[in-house]
């Protein structure tokens, strides 16, 4: 479908928001992760509009929202004490919990099939906000083109998907900067992480005992357990490259090979090598993941709109934050 006017929506007017969502469009809303793109669960058409709009595999199922712990009884009569725990622990947040969907309330498009749903309560006050008033559990997908960087602004989803969806409602640049944490708690026994996030895997475990990390492909099989993870993900048009501490050893090859090095990584670094650089993006002043995790996409998607060729991009280590963000950047290189 095509929109003749993408309404820019501001946070005082989130009345219009709810007046499309009542009327089965979809809306870009921010939540404290990255923007979502948002539909009533409960309505396969207007969950469909989603997938239309991103171009998104129609296998790859929707996290639903909700502003109130009481609405998971909506869509499961399964809750283990443990995703109680996590709830209680982490709700409103950056986590996702995968619970068995035994009340076939969601819309057939939201599962992608499966019986199982993904439920996660986002702690923005425009995202809780618009769920509460609107008192419509929303389907949403990150508000980026299917495998583009998920946007972290309401400029980044208008990029995207102007004229694509009925509106945007603009709540400035989020917070955590990369997606949630999916857990898979439908074996209680057996909880599993399937995607690395803004809530580490010592948290969960300071609430919940050992859990196990399953972000990619299951051993033997083609369909991977978060079927979101099998797509290259999260990449620009241009190549990138994680740089460990062979800075020089890439910025030398690179420029003898006559390309336009982007250099997307902390001031320290960038000052290093900003003589062979063709352009720059900031990571923060100090290396702190946890502002690099912030800006990683906003700093993807700056070079894919300007001329350099190759994006070096800086490496951290792979603990708490560094975890999540490594996952996306090393999806980004199309390392795995
Ligand atoms: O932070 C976030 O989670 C953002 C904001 C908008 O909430 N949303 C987001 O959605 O990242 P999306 O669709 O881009 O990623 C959802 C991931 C996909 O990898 C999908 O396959 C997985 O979660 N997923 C959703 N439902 C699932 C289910 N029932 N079982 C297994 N994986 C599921
Ligand atoms: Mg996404």
């Known amino acids: 479908m095509i929109y003749v006017e993408t309404l820019w929506i501001r946070s005082e007017n989130l009345s219009k928001a709810v007046a499309y969502l009542r009327q089965g469009e979809v809306v870009a809303f921010p939540t404290e992760t990255v923007y979502g793109l ?189 079927p979101g993870m099998k797509y290259r993900h999260y990449s620009p048009d241009k190549p990138v490259y994680v740089v460990d501490n062979n800075w020089d050893y890439y910025v030398a090859k690179m420029l003898k090979s006559g390309e336009k090095i982007g250099i997307l990584a902390s001031d320290k670094i960038i000052h290093q090598h900003a003589e062979s650089a063709y352009g720059v993006f900031s990571l923060g002043k100090d290396n702190d993941v946890t502002v690099a995790s912030q800006l990683l996409y906003k700093g993807l998607r700056y070079f894919d709109d300007s001329d350099v060729t190759v994006i070096l991009a800086q490496a951290f280590p792979k603990e708490g934050m560094g975890v999540a963000y490594m996952n996306r950047l090393e999806k980004a290189a199309g390392v795995n």
Not at 105 to 120: D, F, M, P, Y
Not at 128 to 150: F, Q, T
Not at 204 to 222: A, C
């Open 38 to 226: 948002g539909a009533d669960a409960t309505n396969d058409q207007a969950v469909q509009k989603i997938y239309q709009a991103k171009g998104r595999p129609s296998d790859n199922p929707l996290i639903v929202h909700l502003y109130d712990k009481k609405q998971v009884t909506l869509f499961t009569d399964s809750i283990p004490k443990k995703a109680e725990q996590l709830m209680a622990a982490f709700w409103p947040g950056p986590l996702t919990i995968i619970l068995p969907h035994t009340t076939d309330r969601a819309a057939k498009s939201v599962t992608a099939g499966l019986n199982t749903i993904g439920l996660r309560m986002p702690s923005h006050p425009l995202a809780l906000e618009l769920l509460e008033a609107s008192d419509i559990p929303l389907a949403a997908p990150s508000a980026n083109i299917s495998g583009k960087p998920s946007p972290t602004s309401a400029e980044h989803v208008w990029h995207d998907l102007k004229d694509k969806v009925a509106a945007v409602v603009d709540g400035g640049e989020t917070g955590v900067g990369l997606e949630s944490t999916v857990i898979d708690l439908t074996n209680e026994q057996e909880p599993t992480i399937l995607r690395p996030g803004g809530v580490s895997k010592e948290e969960i475990e300071s609430v919940i005992g050992p859990v196990k990390m399953n972000s990619q492909f299951i051993e033997g099989d083609t369909r991977p357990k978060a």
